[in-house]
C-alpha cells in the first residue's frame, strides 16, 4: 500500500534533502507527490525547462526506495506567463479580472493558457517517461478551487456560445428551451447570448444552468488535454486529480472522474471540525465519483491555518482519520505536507514535521502507522466497498439548486447527508451513484430532491420498482426538466404515478418552524419528529399513507407515502425532518428490504467493511475519547494487534480494529 507526503524540496536547501528522505523512510513512507506548484523553477523562462533540481531531489529518494507522484504544474502560472499574456488571467462572475498573486488565477479556455499548459506537461512526460521511480501524475491541482470553476472572459463568451450552438443545433431551439419570451429576451444570433453575471437580478435559470454544465464541461476539457499527453507519452503511468469534498459543488464530478484512472481527494477534517459522518459521508461521494477506489492525496498532517490557525489534531486523530479513508476505500494515504514551510501564503498550514524539521509527536504517530501498513497493507489494496443501499446525486440537480435554493435553508448535499447519516448510525455502507449507474446490485435506491428529472432518468428508476427495486423519492423530484424549466404536470412530475401519489402544495417554511410528524405505526421513539423547511401536502392516488403531519393547516394531511409498483415499492417522503425522524424511516426500510447493518455499535463507534472475493475485512474505528465496549457476533481476529476478539470486547479511544 502507497504511504506518503507531499513533498516540496524546492522549499528548502539542498543539503537537507538527504535527511528528508532518510526520515521518511523511517517513518514507513514510500511515495511522495512532487512538483504540482513549481513551474517557474521547471520553466525558468519561456521554453527553458530545468529538470535537474528534481533530478537530484528524485535520486535522494530513489535511494530510500521511495516513488514519485509528478503534479502537473498548472494550478500556479509563472509571473513572466502572465506578464506576456494578461488576458489568461479569469474574470470574476462580476466582471472583474483577478489578479496575479495567488493560485487558480487563470482561464482554462484560453487558448493561450492551454498551449502553455500543454507545453510543460508534454516537456515534464517527456523526461520522466522512463523514470524507474516516477509511477503516476496528479493533474493540476484542486479545479474549481477559490471560486474558480467558471469564467467571465471573452475567450469564454465565445466558448459558451459555440457550445450552446452545438448543443442546440438553432436558435429557434434554443429560444424554446430557455423561454426567452420571458423579458424580451429572444435572441436572433449567436453573438446577442450574455454570459450570467452577477447582476442585481438572477439570469434565466436555462441559461444559468447551461453556463455551469459549460463551465464544468471546460475543466474536464483542460483535464483531457493533460490525460491526453500523458496517455501518450507514459502510458506505463496512472492519471489522477485531487478532488474536494465538503459540499463543494461546482463541477461535474463524474464527468471529471471518467478520464482518470481513479479519483484522489483532500481531506482536512479540522477545517470545518467534521464529525465522523461528514467525514464519512466526504469519501463515500470519493468513492462514488468513479465508482471506485481512490486516494487521499492530501492527509491532514497537522493545523491548517493561513492568516489564523486551526486546532491541532489530537493525539490519535491522524492515524484515525488516515484509517476511516482506508475503511471507506482508499488504497493510499498521503499526508500534506512533509514539513510545514517558513514562507509563503500556507507557513501556518502544518505538516508532519513542524518548520524546524524536528520530529514529534505527529511523525510518530504517521511512523506508528506507516509500520502497520507495512504488515498487514497488502492485504487492504483492491478490496472493495459492497455497498446495498445507494443514493443517487445528480450534477444537474446540484448545480439547478445552486441556481434556485428553493429554500434558503436547502442544501442538496446537506439534505443527501441526512439520509446518509441515519445509515451510517446503522452502519450500513452506502454508494453515491449517478441515476445511470446499474441499479440492479441495490437493494434499495434513494432519489432524494431528483428536482431535474429527465425521462431517462425516471424511465429507469421506473424500471427498477417494476422488477423489485424500492425506491426513495422525497421533495422537489421532478419539479424542473433538463432546460430547467419548471414540470407542467402535477408533481412529482414524471414519477407522479410510480409513487402513487400527487403534491397538492408546497409549503417552504421559515428557518424557526417546525411542524410534528405522525407516523401510522405506533412510535417508540421518545424524541419528538418533526418536518422543517418545507413541506408537501400529499393527495394519494393509490398510494399508502406513512406518516402525517401533526400541525399548520395541513395537520392531518399525507407527509409520507407508498406506493406497491410492479414487483417492487416507491416511498415518498414530502418533507425534511429532524435526524431521529430518518433514523425511524431508515429502520422501516432496513426492516422492508432486508438489509442487514455490519454490526451494531454504541454512537461514535463506526464500521465498515471491505471485500476481497468472499473475504471480508470489517473496520471497527472508535471516534470517541472513551472506551466503548461492544458484542461481537463469532471469531474474529484483529489484523492490527494480531490479538483473536469474541464476545464483549472494549475498543480503546481513537482506536481501531480490523478484523477478519
Ligand atoms: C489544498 C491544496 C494544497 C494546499 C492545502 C492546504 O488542499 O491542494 O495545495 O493549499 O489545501 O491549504
Ligand atoms: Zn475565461
Known amino acids: 500500500m502507497y504511504y506518503g507526503a507531499d513533498y516540496y524540496p524546492e522549499h528548502w536547501p ?9 526520515m521518511m523512510a523511517e517513518a514507513g513512507l514510500n511515495l511522495v507527490r512532487l512538483a504540482e506548484f513549481a513551474w517557474t523553477r521547471l520553466e525558468p523562462e519561456p521554453e527553458r525547462f530545468d529538470f535537474a533540481w528534481l533530478d537530484r531531489a528524485i535520486e535522494h529518494l530513489a535511494a530510500r526506495g521511495i516513488r514519485v507522484v509528478l503534479g502537473t504544474p498548472t494550478a500556479a502560472p509563472p509571473a513572466w506567463l502572465v506578464r506576456q499574456h494578461p488576458e489568461v488571467l479569469r474574470v470574476r462572475a462580476d466582471g472583474r479580472r483577478v489578479h496575479f498573486g495567488h493560485r487558480r488565477n487563470v482561464c482554462l479556455v484560453s487558448p493561450v493558457y492551454r ?37 467571465y472572459c471573452e475567450a469564454c463568451q465565445g466558448a459558451f456560445r459555440e457550445w450552446l450552438a452545438a448543443r442546440y443545433g438553432s436558435l429557434e431551439a434554443l429560444n424554446r428551451a430557455w423561454g426567452t419570451d420571458f423579458w424580451s429576451h429572444t435572441y436572433r444570433a449567436w ?67 471518467r478520464d482518470l484512472d481513479f479519483v484522489s481527494w483532500d481531506n482536512y477534517p479540522d477545517l470545518r471540525r467534521s464529525d465522523p459522518a461528514q467525514l464519512a459521508f466526504n469519501h463515500t461521494c470519493i468513492r462514488g465519483w468513479k465508482g471506485a477506489n481512490f486516494w487521499v492525496m492530501e492527509e491532514e498532517s497537522g493545523a491548517p491555518g493561513t492568516t489564523v490557525i486551526s486546532p491541532n489534531p489530537r493525539p490519535g486523530d491522524i492515524r484515525l482519520w488516515s484509517y476511516q479513508a482506508i475503511a471507506h476505500g482508499a488504497d493510499a494515504i498521503v499526508y500534506f505536507r512533509w514539513r510545514t514551510c517558513t514562507f509563503g501564503a500556507e507557513q501556518y498550514w502544518h505538516g508532519i514535521l513542524d518548520h524546524d524539521g524536528r520530529p514529534r509527536r505527529r511523525y510518530y504517530e504517521v511512523q506508528r502507522m506507516g509500520r502497520e501498513l507495512q504488515r498487514i497493507g497488502a ?21 439547478a439548486f445552486q441556481i434556485q435554493a428553493n429554500n434558503p435553508a436547502f442544501d442538496y448535499f446537506e439534505h443527501l447527508k441526512r439520509y446518509f447519516v441515519a445509515f451510517h448510525r446503522r452502519n450500513v455502507p452506502v454508494d453515491i451513484i449517478p441515476w445511470s449507474a446499474d441499479l440492479r446490485r441495490y437493494r434499495l435506491v434513494l432519489a432524494p ?21 424500492t425506491v426513495l423519492f422525497d421533495v422537489r423530484t421532478g419539479a424542473k426538466d433538463v432546460y430547467n424549466r419548471v414540470a407542467e404536470g402535477p408533481l412529482p412530475g414524471l414519477v407522479a404515478d ?33 418536518a422543517h423547511t418545507w413541506c408537501e401536502v400529499l393527495a394519494p392516488q393509490g398510494a399508502k399513507v406513512l406518516v402525517r403531519y401533526g400541525g399548520q393547516y395541513y395537520a392531518g394531511q399525507p407527509a409520507v407515502t407508498l406506493n406497491t409498483y410492479g414487483k417492487g415499492r416507491a416511498v415518498y417522503v414530502g418533507t425534511i425532518a429532524n435526524p431521529p425522524a430518518y433514523e425511524r424511516l431508515v429502520d422501516e426500510l432496513l426492516s422492508s428490504t432486508g438489509v442487514q447493518p455490519l454490526l451494531d455499535t454504541p454512537p461514535g463507534v463506526e464500521v465498515t467493511a471491505r471485500w476481497q472475493g468472499q473475504k471480508r475485512l470489517l473496520f471497527v474505528l472508535n471516534h470517541t475519547n472513551a472506551p466503548q465496549s461492544m458484542s461481537l457476533p463469532g471469531e474474529f481476529h484483529d489484523l492490527l494487534s494480531g490479538q483473536p476478539l469474541s464476545g464483549t470486547a472494549v475498543l480503546p479511544p481513537k482506536e481501531v480494529w480490523v478484523l477478519v
Not at 453556463?211 to 502510458?235: T, W
Not at 431535474?452 to 420498482?465: E, G
Request: hydrophobic fraction near 40%.
Open 379 to 399: 492485504q487492504i489494496v483492491g478490496s472493495e466497498v459492497n455497498a446495498q443501499v445507494a443514493l443517487i446525486f445528480d450534477w444537474d440537480t446540484a448545480f
Open 191 to 257: 453573438e446577442e447570448i450574455p454570459l450570467p453575471f452577477a447582476d442585481a437580478l438572477p439570469a434565466n435559470p436555462g441559461l444559468a444552468l447551461d453556463y455551469r454544465r459549460f463551465a464544468s464541461d471546460a475543466n474536464v476539457a483542460f483535464q483531457r488535454l493533460q490525460v491526453d499527453i500523458l496517455r501518450e507519452l507514459c502510458p506505463s503511468h496512472f492519471v489522477t486529480h485531487n478532488f474536494m469534498a465538503n459540499g463543494f459543488q461546482e463541477l461535474n464530478y463524474y464527468d471529471l472522474a
Open 115 to 151: 498551449s502553455c499548459a500543454e507545453r510543460i506537461v508534454r516537456a515534464m512526460a517527456t523526461h520522466y517517461r522512463d523514470h524507474p521511480s516516477v509511477i503516476g501524475w496528479q493533474i493540476d491541482n484542486e479545479f474549481g478551487c477559490h471560486d474558480s470553476a467558471r469564467c
Open 449 to 469: 430532491a431528483l428536482y431535474v428529472l429527465s425521462p431517462d432518468a425516471a424511465a429507469r428508476l421506473r424500471a427498477y420498482v417494476e422488477k423489485g427495486g
Open 498 to 530: 410510480l409513487c402513487g401519489v400527487t403534491v397538492d402544495e408546497y409549503d417552504s417554511l421559515p428557518p424557526d418552524v417546525t411542524v410534528p410528524l405522525v407516523f401510522d405505526t405506533p412510535i417508540v421513539s421518545t424524541q419528538k419528529l418533526l
Open 14 to 22: 539542498e543539503e537537507r534533502w538527504p535527511t528528508d528522505a532518510e
